[in-house]
C-alpha cells in the first residue's frame, strides 16, 4: 500500500502499525510525489491525506481517475465536516476516514477495500467523441473537458449508460432523483436542455435525441 502524508510522524506510525498487521507500505509526504508512485508502480490500496504540498489529496484524486487508475482511495482529513467528506467522495476516493482515529479500523476499512478491489469502480463510459468517467465525474467531448453540474452529470451518465436505448422520463426521475420525488418530471427537460447547450457545441451533432411520447435516447 502507498501512504501520502505531509506529516512525516504520522505517516511513519500509520506504515508501523500497518505492517504489524501484515501489509507492505511505502510512504511519501508530497503530493505530486505520491502522484508519480501510484502511476509508475502498483499499489492495492492508497492512503491519501488531503492537506498537502505541492498537489493536495483531492487534485491527486482527481488526477489518479482521470488517468484511468482504480487503485481504491482511503482519504485522510483533520477536517470533519460533511462537506469535505463529500468532496472526497466526488473526487473519486473510496473511503473517507477523520484524524485522529484508531489504526484498528484503519487497518479494517483498507482491508475492507482491498476485498473489494478496484473490480467494483464504474467504467469509463465513451460513446463517439463523448467520454464520461462516473468514478471520477469527469465528461469530455472530444479532447475539450465540459464542466457540469452534479444532477446534470448523474442525468447524462445514466443515459450514457443505455446507449442507443429509449429512457423514459419516470424511469430518469427514478433513479437519478429518487422514488420519494413528487415534482414536475418536466424538471428533466430542464437538464437535457442544459446538456445540449453544453456539449453540442463541441460535438457538432445532437447528442441527446427527444423520442416523442416516450423519452430520451443517446445516439
Not at 464520461?132 to 475539450?144: L, M, N, S, T
Request: proline residues 4%; glycine residues 8%; negative net charge.
Amino acid at each position: 500500500m502507498l501512504v501520502v502524508d505531509d506529516d512525516v510522524r504520522l505517516a511513519g506510525l500509520i506504515g508501523r502499525s500497518l505492517e504489524a498487521e501484515g501489509f507492505r507500505v511505502r510512504a511519501t509526504h508530497d503530493g505530486q510525489a505520491g502522484f508519480d508512485l501510484a502511476t509508475s508502480q502498483e499499489f492495492d490500496v492508497l492512503v491519501l491525506d488531503i492537506m498537502l504540498p505541492g498537489l493536495n489529496g483531492y487534485d491527486v484524486c482527481r488526477r489518479l481517475r482521470a488517468s484511468g487508475n482504480t487503485v481504491p482511495i482511503l482519504m485522510l482529513s483533520a477536517k470533519d465536516g460533511e462537506y469535505d467528506e463529500a468532496d472526497g467522495l466526488d473526487v473519486g476516493a473510496d473511503d473517507y476516514l477523520t484524524k485522529p482515529f484508531s489504526y484498528l479500523v484503519l487497518a479494517a476499512r483498507l482491508r475492507a477495500l482491498i476485498r473489494r478491489g478496484a473490480a467494483n469502480r464504474p467504467p469509463v463510459l465513451r460513446i463517439g467523441e463523448l467520454t464520461v468517467d462516473p468514478a471520477a465525474q469527469r465528461c469530455f467531448a472530444g479532447e475539450h473537458e465540459v464542466v457540469l453540474t452534479a444532477r446534470e452529470f448523474a442525468v447524462l451518465a445514466y443515459l450514457a449508460a443505455r446507449p442507443g436505448q429509449v429512457v423514459a422520463k419516470a424511469e430518469i426521475i427514478e433513479n437519478v432523483w429518487d422514488f420519494a420525488y413528487d415534482g414536475d418530471f418536466n424538471i428533466v427537460e430542464v437538464y437535457i436542455s442544459a446538456l445540449r447547450r453544453k456539449l453540442d457545441p463541441y460535438l457538432g451533432t445532437r447528442l441527446i435525441n427527444t423520442v416523442r411520447g416516450a423519452g430520451y435516447r443517446i445516439q
